[in-house]
Structures are given as C-alpha cells and as structure tokens.
C-alpha cells in the first residue's frame, strides 16, 4: 500500500518542463519558414507554389501560354494487360479536369469506376504514352 505512494513521488521527482523548450523549438521554426516566405517574395514567384508546372517549364494560369489552362494533369502511360501507370515526366497543363465532363470515357471497370483513355493532349506529349 505505502509502496505505491513512493513510487508516484518518484515519477514526480523526475518529471521536468517540456514547454519551454519545445515553444523555442517552435518559435525558431517558424523564423525560419518567415524568412523563405520572404525570400520567395522578393526573389521567386509564389505562383510555384500552388500552380503546377507543365514539362515546359510554364506555371499553369500563370504564364501567357498556359492562362486559360490553371490545372496540371499527369497522363496515363499506355499500357497492354498491366496496372495503369502515370506518367510523371511529363504533366501538362489543362483548362478542366479531363474525363469531369463526361467526355474521354472508355467504359467501366469490374468496381464501377470509370476508365479514361489517354487524352489528345498527352498524345502530343513526346515519351508521355511509352
């Protein structure tokens, strides 16, 4: 009976302030990511970000090429009998998701979810359907 209180104050005894340490720890990073954020102001384009960039190098809806085109896709690689794969060397840019419309359906799966071919973007894509 009497063991188990002595054994509480000696948990106790040894118990020290994490808080401070940790808020340090805390403040210090966020000093760091302040001062990339302002770098990246004055220097970058913040627009790389939250854009993706196609394989030419263009921010999607940023750059004058790609304006009408903010989203990024990554095309399906072409594929005989196997597990589908993307193909990520080459992403380009998109004015909607391809297949949201309805359109570039190939059918159904076994599951029910819907199957899209490779879309006439990708096809112009150098590498994006080997």
């Not at 805390?26 to 790389?48: D, E, M, P, T, W």
């Not at 809806?61 to 196997?82: F, I, R």
């Not at 794969?85 to 059918?107: D, K, M, R, W």
Request: hydrophobic share 35%; with cysteine; aromatic share 8%.
């Amino acid at each position: 009976m009497f063991h188990h209180e002595h054994e509480e104050e000696d948990l106790r005894s040894r118990q020290r302030c994490t808080d401070c340490p940790c808020c340090i720890g805390f403040i210090v990073a966020l000093a760091a990511f302040a001062g990339l954020y302002a770098r990246v102001l004055a220097s970058g384009n913040l627009g790389k970000l939250y854009h993706g960039i196609d394989y030419h190098g263009q921010i999607c809806g940023v750059h004058e090429a790609v304006k009408a085109e903010p989203y990024l896709y990554w095309c399906m690689k072409s594929h005989l009998g196997g597990m589908p794969q993307v193909s990520f060397e080459h992403p380009v840019c998109v004015s909607s998701c391809p297949g949201a419309n309805g359109e570039g359906s190939t059918g159904t799966s076994g599951s029910g979810t819907t199957l899209y071919g490779i879309e006439p973007d990708c096809a112009a894509v150098a590498g994006a359907g080997s």
